[in-house]
Protein backbone atom coordinates (compact mmCIF):
# COMPACT_ATOMS: atom_id res chain seq x y z
CA UNK A 1 0.00 0.00 0.00
CA UNK A 2 1.80 3.25 -0.83
CA UNK A 3 0.26 6.54 -0.26
CA UNK A 4 1.78 9.59 -1.78
CA UNK A 5 1.41 12.88 -0.64
CA UNK A 6 1.39 16.91 -2.49
CA UNK A 7 0.37 19.87 -2.35
CA UNK A 8 2.66 21.48 0.83
CA UNK A 9 4.69 24.85 0.29
CA UNK A 10 5.14 28.35 1.88
CA UNK A 11 2.08 30.14 1.47
CA UNK A 12 1.28 33.22 4.42
CA UNK A 13 -1.24 33.70 6.99
CA UNK A 14 -4.64 33.38 6.04
CA UNK A 15 -3.92 32.19 2.73
CA UNK A 16 -5.37 28.45 1.73
CA UNK A 17 -3.36 25.80 0.49
CA UNK A 18 -4.71 21.58 -0.98
CA UNK A 19 -3.25 18.49 0.01
CA UNK A 20 -3.99 15.68 -1.89
CA UNK A 21 -3.14 11.93 -1.20
CA UNK A 22 -2.82 9.90 -3.96
CA UNK A 23 -3.07 5.45 -3.51
CA UNK A 24 -2.38 3.95 -6.84
CA UNK A 25 -2.94 0.66 -7.14
CA UNK A 26 -4.66 -0.14 -4.23
CA UNK A 27 -8.56 -0.28 -2.99
CA UNK A 28 -8.82 2.79 -1.54
CA UNK A 29 -12.15 2.76 -1.20
CA UNK A 30 -11.97 0.40 1.61
CA UNK A 31 -10.12 2.15 3.81
CA UNK A 32 -10.43 5.11 6.24
CA UNK A 33 -8.43 8.30 5.92
CA UNK A 34 -6.79 10.23 7.50
CA UNK A 35 -4.49 13.31 7.68
CA UNK A 36 -2.01 14.04 10.71
CA UNK A 37 0.84 16.62 10.82
CA UNK A 38 3.70 17.11 13.03
CA UNK A 39 5.64 20.14 14.13
CA UNK A 40 9.16 20.30 15.38
CA UNK A 41 9.37 19.42 18.91
CA UNK A 42 5.77 18.08 19.05
CA UNK A 43 3.96 15.04 18.60
CA UNK A 44 2.30 13.55 15.54
CA UNK A 45 -1.39 14.65 15.48
CA UNK A 46 -4.45 13.65 14.02
CA UNK A 47 -6.24 16.51 12.04
CA UNK A 48 -8.61 15.52 10.16
CA UNK A 49 -10.24 11.89 9.40
CA UNK A 50 -12.90 10.80 6.66
CA UNK A 51 -14.52 7.40 6.83
CA UNK A 52 -13.76 4.45 3.97
CA UNK A 53 -17.09 5.66 2.48
CA UNK A 54 -17.19 9.87 2.98
CA UNK A 55 -20.01 9.67 4.97
CA UNK A 56 -18.08 10.24 8.26
CA UNK A 57 -15.57 13.10 9.36
CA UNK A 58 -13.54 13.77 12.12
CA UNK A 59 -11.90 17.67 13.19
CA UNK A 60 -9.17 18.21 15.44
CA UNK A 61 -10.85 20.90 17.64
CA UNK A 62 -7.75 23.25 16.32
CA UNK A 63 -8.75 23.25 12.62
CA UNK A 64 -12.75 22.83 12.92
CA UNK A 65 -14.32 25.20 10.33
CA UNK A 66 -11.28 25.89 8.46
CA UNK A 67 -9.96 22.63 6.97
CA UNK A 68 -12.15 20.13 4.90
CA UNK A 69 -11.13 16.58 4.62
CA UNK A 70 -12.97 14.94 1.65
CA UNK A 71 -11.91 12.01 -0.64
CA UNK A 72 -12.67 10.77 -4.17
CA UNK A 73 -12.86 6.80 -4.13
CA UNK A 74 -12.96 6.63 -7.89
CA UNK A 75 -10.00 8.65 -8.13
CA UNK A 76 -8.24 7.02 -5.03
CA UNK A 77 -7.09 10.38 -4.01
CA UNK A 78 -7.78 11.92 -0.83
CA UNK A 79 -7.92 15.66 -0.19
CA UNK A 80 -7.09 18.10 3.11
CA UNK A 81 -8.54 21.86 1.56
CA UNK A 82 -6.71 24.54 4.44
CA UNK A 83 -8.34 27.67 4.33
CA UNK A 84 -7.46 30.69 7.19
CA UNK A 85 -3.88 29.10 7.73
CA UNK A 86 -1.82 30.40 10.57
CA UNK A 87 1.87 29.77 11.28
CA UNK A 88 0.65 27.20 14.37
CA UNK A 89 -0.45 24.99 11.51
CA UNK A 90 3.25 24.81 9.89
CA UNK A 91 3.94 21.33 10.13
CA UNK A 92 4.99 18.15 8.50
CA UNK A 93 1.93 16.57 7.32
CA UNK A 94 0.86 12.49 6.59
CA UNK A 95 -2.18 11.37 5.34
CA UNK A 96 -2.23 7.88 6.83
CA UNK A 97 -4.96 5.01 5.82
CA UNK A 98 -6.45 1.93 7.94
CA UNK A 99 -8.52 -1.13 6.93
CA UNK A 100 -12.39 -0.32 7.54
CA UNK A 101 -13.77 -1.10 10.81
CA UNK A 102 -10.32 -2.25 11.86
CA UNK A 103 -11.19 0.59 14.69
CA UNK A 104 -13.06 3.84 15.00
CA UNK A 105 -11.99 5.77 11.63
CA UNK A 106 -11.18 9.02 14.08
CA UNK A 107 -8.89 6.69 16.41
CA UNK A 108 -5.59 7.51 15.98
CA UNK A 109 -4.30 3.58 16.65
CA UNK A 110 -4.89 1.42 13.51
CA UNK A 111 -3.30 3.89 10.95
CA UNK A 112 -0.50 1.55 9.58
CA UNK A 113 -0.22 2.74 5.55
CA UNK A 114 1.92 6.19 5.44
CA UNK A 115 2.54 8.65 2.90
CA UNK A 116 6.46 9.97 3.25
CA UNK A 117 4.95 13.38 4.40
CA UNK A 118 4.43 17.27 2.88
CA UNK A 119 5.89 20.27 4.71
CA UNK A 120 3.17 23.03 5.27
CA UNK A 121 5.07 26.28 6.27
CA UNK A 122 3.16 29.26 7.03
CA UNK A 123 4.84 32.63 7.91
CA UNK A 124 3.43 35.00 9.89
Known amino acids: VQLVESGGGLVQSGDSLTLSCAAPGFTFGVYDLGWFRQAPGRERELVAA????????YYADSVKGRFTISRDNAKNTGFLQMNSLKPEDTAVYYC??????????????????WGQGTLVTVSS
Open 50 to 57: VSWSGGST
Open 96 to 113: AAKRRFSTNFAAIDGYNY
